[in-house]
């Protein structure tokens, strides 16, 4: 278990516990926890291992034994299989390059079969085998196969456990004492952002009440927000995409809505999936689109009337108060809304001597602050905001050549930026009352 960090809707885990009956053979659980993950920080560790207690607890429910130990996930995999020699080893997927690299080593290390299942998405990558153009070309070949995975499976119970004696070595599941033996630094945690299965549940119950059936019309309204806040759940696989969307699209709420949210969850963020599954430069402004990459070469020299360091984006400190309040509200609280998120990063490029140098700043500041960062989503949004991937080309201007802008005077207008900056100033004094 690496990507899908859940005892409950896993299919790599429901595979796993379907042979072991068919074989009549216990199925165990193995978690490698590694300190070194990729861009990970305090507040990305707090979050996961605020999960796992729950997890140890639905396995334990299903009669799956947890075992987490501290490493390198691949080397735990391949010690603990030396030491139980099962007949089959089955993982989740996980796009993003060190998981694949993970996932390999596993592969080249086990004399048995080793199974990858795609337990994080409601239809399977392997149905779009190239990179994918743009939303419009994804979208019919999701639509066409849709029906078959929107589909609840059953969570089946192991019928025999691994006796006590054999269980292997493993750490207690305490979340603190994981955060403390990990010892990581960084940007510090979220206070009021919980991990785990049960939040992402309540969060799930919470949009369906009260946000869904406003979602066509207020998903670009950050004061309060409309949408579920449920990337980052999704990010640690606290919550399968199919459990959401089988409850959305059975809620009753307006189509229009349903509709709406659909789009987000399956097809664009399915579209992000395969961005960072078959584009190895996902992380990198080459990976952006052709046109793109074109249009910013030729405006590479264009002047840029205000320049800002990398420190000053960081602290929030530029001339735009929407802007500034953004960073800030991302910096306090782990969380950007969607809408922000394309200016914010938009910004950036206007604000930096050359597109790779935004691209890189917007990627850093995401990937550390966000507590949904490091997603094949936040690729595919700064590769979308910056390079124009999975868009088109809009009017040439300066510095942005044909790449979409937007300016802050028309966003601000889209929703009430009054209320957002002062909520975050609120947020910032420590006055401000979530809800
Ligand atoms: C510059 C930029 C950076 C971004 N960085 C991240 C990131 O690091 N991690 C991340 O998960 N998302 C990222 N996004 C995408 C999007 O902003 C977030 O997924 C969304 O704001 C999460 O809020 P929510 O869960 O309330 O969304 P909802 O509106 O409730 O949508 C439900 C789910 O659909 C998916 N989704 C929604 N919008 C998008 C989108 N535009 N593209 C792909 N999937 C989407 C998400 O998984 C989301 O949780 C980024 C977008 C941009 C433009």
Request: hydrophobic content about 40%; proline content about 6%.
């Amino acid at each position: 278990m690496q990507r899908a960090k859940r005892g409950r809707d896993n299919p790599a885990l429901n595979l796993a516990i379907s042979v072991g009956n068919a074989l009549k053979k216990p199925v165990i659980v193995v978690f490698g926890l590694t300190a070194n993950y990729p861009g990970a920080q305090r507040r990305h560790y707090r979050f996961l291992v605020d999960g796992l207690p729950e997890v140890q607890d639905a396995l334990a429910a299903r009669n799956v034994h947890l075992v987490l130990r501290i490493g390198d996930p691949a080397d735990v995999v391949l010690c603990v299989a030396e030491e139980v020699r099962p007949a089959l080893v089955i993982a989740d997927e996980n796009p993003l390059r060190i998981g694949m690299e993970w996932r390999r080593l596993v592969a080249e290390g086990l004399s048995v079969p080793f199974v990858l299942v795609d337990a994080d998405v409601v239809v399977p990558s392997a149905h779009f085998p190239k990179e994918e153009f743009a939303a419009r070309t994804i979208r019919p070949k999701i639509h066409k196969v849709l029906d078959l995975y929107m589909q609840r499976t059953g969570n089946p119970r192991a019928h025999i456990a691994l006796p006590p004696a054999e269980i292997p070595v493993g750490e207690g599941i305490e979340p603190d004492a994981l955060l403390n033996s990990l010892h990581v630094g960084g940007v510090g945690e979220v206070a009021d952002y919980r991990g785990g299965p049960a939040e992402a549940m309540r969060r799930l119950q919470r949009f369906l009440k009260d946000r869904l059936p406003r979602y066509a019309t207020e998903r670009n309204e950050p004061t309060p927000y409309m949408t579920s806040e449920l990337s980052a759940h999704l990010h640690f696989g606290h919550i399968s995409p199919t459990t959401i969307a089988l409850a959305v699209r059975d809620s009753g709420a307006a189509q229009e809505s349903i509709d709406a949210f659909l789009e987000e969850l399956i097809v664009r963020r399915e579209l992000a999936i395969n961005f960072v599954a078959r584009n190895p430069d996902y992380d990198r402004l080459e990976g952006c689109a052709a046109w793109g990459l074109k249009t910013l070469a030729k405006h590479r020299d264009d002047p840029r009337p205000v320049l800002y360091s990398a420190e000053t984006l960081e602290r929030g400190e530029t001339s735009d108060l929407l802007w500034n309040a953004a960073q800030k509200e991302m910096v306090l609280t782990g969380r950007m809304h969607n809408y922000l998120r394309m200016y914010w990063a938009k910004k950036i490029l206007e604000w930096s001597p050359d597109p790779e140098t935004a691209f890189a700043i917007a990627l850093d500041l995401n990937d550390r602050y966000e507590m949904d960062g490091r997603d094949p989503n936040g690729y595919a949004g700064i590769a979308w905001a910056i390079g124009g991937k999975h868009d088109r080309p809009w009017a040439e201007r300066q510095i942005f050549g044909t790449i979409r802008f937007m300016s802050g005077a028309s966003t601000g207008r889209k929703f009430d930026s009054a209320a957002y900056i002062s909520r975050v100033q609120e947020l910032e004094k420590g006055t401000y009352l979530a809800t």
